[in-house]
T-cell receptor
Framework: QKEVEQDPGPLSVPEGAIVSLNCTYS??????FMWYRQYSRKGPELLMY????GNKEDGRFTAQVDKSSKYISLFIRDSQPSDSATYLC????????????FGTGTRLTIIP | DSGVTQTPKHLITATGQRVTLRCSPR?????VYWYQQSLDQGLQFLIH???????AKGNILERFSAQQFPDLHSELNLSSLELGDSALYFC????????????FGQGTRLTVV
């Protein structure tokens, strides 16, 4: 079983819709959860990170973590065509020798 | 622009050859991470350096090696290249040894022919 599982999609939604992207993880020995956005042929770009269970909001983006069920989600409100990209969830710890463990990414297309 | 610079952007080389990929971290960042992204494996952690010292290794092949220099730039050396080494290689940097807010470069696309 992979440490971080993510539905690869692809996922297509109409412009303006709410998008829900999800990941599950299997190892509890970590503290940080991140969401990265990657446009085609570009480097991953950090969208949000969070330390704890609950919601964290940043503009149209909300990251949600449920540590009891080991579930992480990213919600995008009022989706725009410019949101079309691959979204990667990742987990990390902070014990000094960390590495990010990524999900495989979900390819999202927002249809105008 | 993340502030992390990787060179070259593209590299085409033959099997059996050796190449060096270079990464300059963001100003002030002491940690450098190398990742490999291929279509079938996704983004895989290779190795982490902090202030010149190797801190963690992931799924890095013995044919691959890396180092971080006193000016904090890093190089990833890939030798005896095989067709399967064709991938995007990303460098990321962060201020501390932990991976909160790691910023990625634009990657080096390596094609082995």
């Amino acid at each position: 079983q992979k440490e971080v599982e993510q539905d690869p999609g692809p996922l297509s939604v109409p412009e303006g819709a709410i998008v829900s992207l999800n990941c599950t993880y299997s190892n509890s020995a970590f503290q940080y959860f991140m969401w990265y956005r990657q446009y085609s042929r570009k480097g991953p770009e950090l969208l949000m990170y969070t330390y704890s269970s609950g919601n964290k909001e940043d503009g149209r983006f909300t990251a949600q973590v449920d540590k009891s069920s080991k579930y992480i989600s990213l919600f995008i409100r009022d989706s725009q065509p410019s949101d079309s990209a691959t979204y990667l969830c990742a987990k990390g710890t902070n014990f000094g020798n960390e590495k990010l463990t990524f999900g495989t990414g979900t390819r999202l297309t927002i249809i105008p | 622009d993340s502030g992390v610079t990787q060179t070259p952007k593209h590299l085409i080389t033959a099997t059996g050859q050796r190449v060096t990929l270079r990464c300059s971290p963001r100003s002030g960042d002491l940690s450098v991470y190398w990742y490999q992204q291929s279509l079938d494996q996704g983004l895989q952690f290779l190795i982490h350096y902090y202030n010149g010292e190797e801190r963690a290794k992931g799924n890095i092949l013995e044919r691959f090696s890396a180092q971080q220099f006193p000016d904090l730039h890093s190089e990833l050396n890939l030798s005896s290249l095989e067709l399967g080494d064709s991938a995007l290689y990303f460098c990321a940097s962060s201020v501390a040894a932990g991976t909160t807010e790691a910023f990625f470069g634009q990657g080096t696309r390596l094609t082995v022919v």
